[in-house]
């Protein structure tokens, strides 16, 4: 069975799987969304990993991930909650497939699988960045850190 059948097949399962990796302690925005926002968000990464590694392309999971970095960003998620969300899918995904018996075709779709989720990933980091890099800053008074050694002798 290739990898993208065996993927498939366990699609209930993996989502399941992703999901309980996002513990409310450590990730409360996804609960605060609630559980059906969060499982519908993992299955659609899910399909676009999936759908990725059966035509051999990145296009789409990439688009999604800016997609939804914007989406996150505007929403208050901090950059390694949404990380955690593609994570969480990865390994669920990573222990179906290194089940598998090993063959030619399963060592390609090995490769493809780490470019798609390398790629969205990427995708996702570097527009949350540059998102960042364009908020405004509180301005910090520096010299209010000296205000308080006047007076103060070093030896």
Same mark, same amino acid.
């Given at each position: 069975?290739?990898?993208?059948?065996?993927?498939?097949?366990?699609?209930?399962?993996?989502?399941?799987?992703?999901?309980?990796?996002?513990?409310?302690?450590?990730?409360?925005?996804?609960?605060?969304?609630?559980?059906?926002?969060?499982?519908?968000?993992?299955?659609?990464?899910?399909?676009?990993?999936?759908?990725?590694?059966?035509?051999?392309?990145?296009?789409?999971?990439?688009?999604?991930?800016?997609?939804?970095?914007?989406?996150?960003?505007?929403?208050?998620?901090? %950059? @390694?909650? !949404?990380?955690?969300?593609?994570?969480?899918?990865?390994? +669920?995904?990573?222990?179906? $497939?290194?089940? *598998?018996?090993?063959?030619?075709?399963?060592?390609?779709?090995?490769?493809?699988?780490?470019?798609?989720?390398?790629?969205?990933?990427?995708? %996702? @980091?570097? !527009?949350?960045?540059?998102?960042?890099?364009?908020?405004? +800053?509180?301005?910090?008074? $520096?010299?209010? *850190?000296?205000?308080?050694?006047?007076?103060?002798?070093?030896?």
């Amino acid at each position: 069975m290739s990898v993208d059948a065996v993927l498939a097949s366990e699609r209930d399962e993996i989502v399941d799987e992703a999901y309980a990796q996002l513990h409310p302690s450590i990730h409360p925005n996804y609960h605060a969304l609630g559980e059906v926002f969060t499982r519908s968000y993992l299955g659609e990464l899910f399909d676009q990993v999936l759908n990725g590694l059966v035509n051999r392309e990145a296009v789409h999971l990439v688009q999604h991930a800016e997609e939804i970095a914007e989406e996150r960003f505007h929403a208050g998620f901090d %950059l @390694a909650e !949404v990380q955690a969300a593609f994570n969480a899918i990865e390994q +669920a995904m990573w222990r179906r $497939v290194v089940q *598998l018996e090993t063959s030619s075709e399963l060592l390609v779709s090995v490769g493809m699988l780490s470019s798609i989720l390398g790629a969205g990933k990427d995708a %996702l @980091a570097r !527009v949350y960045v540059h998102l960042a890099s364009h908020r405004h +800053a509180p301005h910090v008074n $520096v010299e209010a *850190l000296y205000g308080g050694t006047e007076g103060v002798t070093t030896t």
